[in-house]
């Protein structure tokens, strides 16, 4: 009976560490994640339907906007505007007549 008890406790200490290993992992990764440079990541900012199945949206990309649609068959970039150093896009003023 005793070596039972040996062993139950060795079992219980070796799945405690596993458990503890685990989750020290998945908050290193999720660091790790979290941590990644934010000019790389694509944002969705909005969407608007046009139709039963198609959608119109603006994505942010490395210091761009882009006017998207989207559709059952794919995604189209209909427009591109660069992101100014404030997090604007730059509009392009008309010319004057």
Same mark, same amino acid.
């Given at each position: 009976? $005793?070596?039972?008890?040996? @062993?139950?406790?060795?079992? /219980?200490?070796?799945?405690? %560490?596993?458990?503890?290993l685990?989750?020290?992992?998945? +908050?290193? %990764?999720k #660091?790790?994640? !979290? +941590? &990644?440079? #934010?000019?790389?990541?694509?944002?969705?900012?909005?969407? /608007?339907?046009?139709?039963?199945?198609?959608?119109? #949206?603006?994505?942010?990309?490395? &210091?761009?906007?882009? /006017? !998207?649609?989207?559709?059952?068959?794919?995604?189209?970039? /209909? *427009? +591109?505007?660069?992101? @100014?150093?404030? #997090?604007?896009?730059?509009? &392009? *003023?008309a010319? $004057?007549?």
């Amino acid at each position: 009976m $005793e070596n039972y008890a040996q @062993d139950l406790l060795f079992t /219980l200490m070796a799945l405690i %560490l596993v458990i503890a290993l685990a989750w020290l992992f998945l +908050k290193a %990764l999720k #660091g790790f994640h !979290v +941590k &990644q440079n #934010g000019a790389n990541r694509i944002n969705l900012l909005l969407t /608007l339907p046009v139709g039963s199945r198609e959608r119109v #949206g603006v994505v942010t990309y490395r &210091q761009h906007e882009y /006017l !998207v649609g989207i559709t059952a068959g794919g995604i189209t970039v /209909l *427009d +591109k505007l660069p992101i @100014d150093e404030f #997090g604007g896009s730059v509009t &392009q *003023d008309a010319p $004057e007549e």
